[in-house]
């Protein structure tokens, strides 16, 4: 009996352990039951979550049309102000040119080109006679200051220089003085003048009250009294020239010396309106039948009464002259021009 029990254990062994094997496939299938359902709600969650973040996309995709919607309005309504501005900036000039013109009166010279508009008014005042010049420089180009004869130390009268450089106007300059220089005469600038940008000679403060007055690289008017090339070259002088007093700045009255208050003489002014549009002026003097000249207070009272917002006085007496299209329009002091050492010359 037991060797039966045995060889039946025997015989039946493997499938014993066929089935004791298939017994722990089914509990290892059994985990595998949990991570298979659980990567299924994973998957869903996935699935959930990209379809959140497609719309959450189509979301943001309308967010940046409107966005650009947004700006593109925002962009119109600023050109349409940036346009508006211009009109009435453009308006607002028309009407101080307006006013302007109505304090100087009619013109009885006019030249406009594509870079350059000049207008000419005489001036009648009790006791003085002479000229205006109104300009407005569409390029600075047009604005020079010319030394005599093209040379430091060298004299030329301002007609001859207006001719040679084909300038349409043209008025003396800064002041000089003349002196004996290897036996001739040689003209020496005071102060400071800077032509095409560049000083003609070192920086000079001496005495330290002499202006320096022209225009910058855009065609504006400057001036100031500088202490030092530095201050000087900071105002990006493109052409100037110096001499003595500053008579307003900022539309205000500046103090005279009181050397300078009080005599009358021929004078030569440049100066400038709000609108950056040049003043230049040339009073005659020292002729009793025709006009005795002025003196410096009241023709700051009368620059004011023109509007004008800033104005120096360039060298005067017997130098002031000014050239307007081919002729001298005032009458010199001394009968005829004086050569001078620099002179402000416009061109067509």
Do not use: C
Request: hydrophobic share 40%; net charge negative; aromatic share 8%.
């Amino acid at each position: 009996m037991g060797k039966i029990n045995i060889f039946l254990l025997f015989l039946i062994a493997p499938f014993l352990a066929l089935f004791l094997v298939s017994i722990d496939f089914q509990k290892d299938s059994r985990k595998l039951e949990f991570p298979m359902e659980f990567l299924g709600e994973q998957m869903d969650i996935l699935n959930n979550e990209v379809e959140y973040l497609k719309n959450k996309i189509d979301d943001l995709g309308m967010i940046v049309d409107q966005q650009i919607e947004v700006f593109s309005e925002q962009d119109e309504q600023i050109t349409h102000l940036s346009e508006s501005s211009s009109s009435q900036k453009e308006l607002s000039d028309d009407m101080y040119e307006k006013k302007i013109l109505e304090m100087l009166g009619p013109a009885v010279g006019k030249h406009r080109s594509d870079r350059v508009e000049v207008k000419i008014f005489p001036l009648a005042e009790l006791g003085y006679r002479g000229y205006i010049a109104k300009v407005k420089l569409f390029d600075p180009k047009t604005f020079q200051v010319v030394l005599g004869k093209d040379r430091l130390g060298e004299l030329e009268t301002t007609s001859s220089v207006a001719k040679r450089k084909d300038a349409i106007l043209a008025i003396n300059g800064g002041g000089f003085y003349t002196e004996k220089r290897n036996g001739s005469t040689y003209a020496q600038l005071i102060g400071n003048t800077v032509i095409d940008g560049a000083l003609v000679e070192p920086f000079n403060g001496y005495p330290g009250d002499l202006f320096f007055a022209g225009i910058n690289k855009k065609g504006q008017v400057i001036g100031t009294v500088p202490k030092t090339e530095t201050e000087l070259m900071e105002l990006q002088p493109y052409q100037g020239t110096s001499f003595i007093p500053v008579l307003l700045k900022q539309g205000k009255k500046v103090e005279i010396p009181e050397k300078w208050k009080k005599t009358n003489q021929p004078r030569t002014i440049i100066g400038k309106y709000a609108n950056d549009d040049l003043i230049m002026i040339v009073i005659d003097g020292r002729q009793g039948n025709w006009s005795i000249g002025v003196t410096l207070e009241l023709l700051q009272d009368k620059l004011l009464s023109l509007g004008v917002k800033e104005a120096y006085n360039l060298d005067g007496g017997g130098s002031s002259v000014m050239y307007y299209n081919g002729k001298i329009l005032n009458r010199p002091s001394d009968g005829k021009e004086r050569p001078v050492a620099n002179h402000i010359v416009i061109l067509p």
